[in-house]
Each structure stands twice: as C-alpha cells, then as structure tokens.
C-alpha cells in the first residue's frame, strides 16, 4: 500500500500556542497532522489554510503543549492522507 504524505515545514508557534507551517499543497482542514520522527507522533488537527495556493500556510492546533513545542524542535511534520470517515446523519420517516 502506497502512502502519499504531504510534508509541513514547521515555522513557529503563535503567542495562543497555535502552529504553523508551510506545505506545497492545499491539505483538507481537520486533517491529522503527525511528527516526521520515527515514533510519528501525533502533533494536531489542521485549523486553518491561507496565503497563495501554491505554498499555503497552515495553522495547526495541537493536541497539548508539550507535542507543539516538540513540534517547534523537529521542524518538519506530514499530514495524513487517510481520509477521515464521516458521520452521516440518519432522517426518520415522517408518520402521517
């Protein structure tokens, strides 16, 4: 099975401890973003894209302060490409 992860280049944290990154592709919002160490850790969810389509900035909510500021040491994360499964909601049948 063939893994097509997309690289995050990890520039600083935001005073309300937000992450953020720079990738050269658009990445889904919510996706799971994970440490490139050998452990993968799991950093965040992504919050927010923008800037210029081509190398947009991400912003990344971590999971706790301790993995954002690993974050900031490692320098580099990969986004998951495992698409996440959503939750569909079931409509009753109306009785007349």
Same mark, same amino acid.
């Given at each position: 099975? =063939? @893994?097509n992860l997309k690289k995050i280049k990890?520039?600083? =944290? @935001?005073?309300?401890g937000k992450i953020i990154g720079r990738t050269d592709r658009?990445?889904?919002?919510?996706?799971i973003v994970f440490l490139k160490?050998?452990?993968?850790t799991k950093l965040g969810k992504i919050y927010d894209v923008f800037g210029p389509v081509n190398k947009p900035y991400v912003k990344i909510i971590p999971?706790?302060?301790a993995v954002g500021n690993r974050a900031l040491e490692v320098g580099?994360?990969?986004?998951s490409d495992a698409k996440k499964v959503q939750k569909?909601?079931?409509h009753k049948k109306r009785s007349k």
């Open positions: 099975m =063939k @893994t990890i520039l600083h =944290k @935001t005073p309300k658009q990445p889904q919002i919510n996706a160490t050998e452990s993968r999971f706790n302060d580099e994360a990969v986004i569909t909601r079931r």
